[in-house]
């Protein structure tokens, strides 16, 4: 049974920085693609930053240059380091595992950590 259990948000201000970590279980995680999704109030779940099972991470324009997606393929960990936070990246985070080495397909969910920016 895969379960993924984040860990790491909170409140933090405008300007500074915050890291996500996500623990999953299984015997599946070093195969697989990895990804940190936002859902804001209101608005859809959207995906933050992917890493694929090789390593190659990508990340949606609004973030790029800000936060770093990694793996520890032996911790079954994938992290989000967030810095230069903005109001505007305050969501609920879900981490995902992938269905495929490459990208997300049907994804299983954390249980989501949530992320307050105040400006």
């Known amino acids: 049974q895969v379960q993924l259990v984040e860990s790491g948000g909170g409140s933090v201000q405008a300007g500074g920085s915050l890291g996500l970590s996500c623990v999953v279980s299984?015997?599946?995680?070093?195969?697989?693609?990895l990804g940190w999704y936002r859902q804001a109030p209101g608005k859809q779940r959207e995906l933050v930053a992917m890493?694929?099972?090789?390593?190659?991470?990508t990340y949606t324009d609004s973030v790029k240059g800000r936060f770093t997606i990694s793996r520890d393929n032996v911790k079954n960990t994938v992290y989000l380091q967030m810095s230069s936070l903005k109001s505007e990246d305050t969501a609920a985070y879900y981490c995902a595992l992938g269905t495929f080495p490459q990208y997300m397909g049907n994804p299983y969910w954390g249980q989501g950590t949530q992320v307050t920016v105040s400006s």
């Open positions: 299984g015997n599946i995680f070093s195969t697989r693609a």
């Open positions: 890493i694929t099972g090789t390593g190659i991470s």
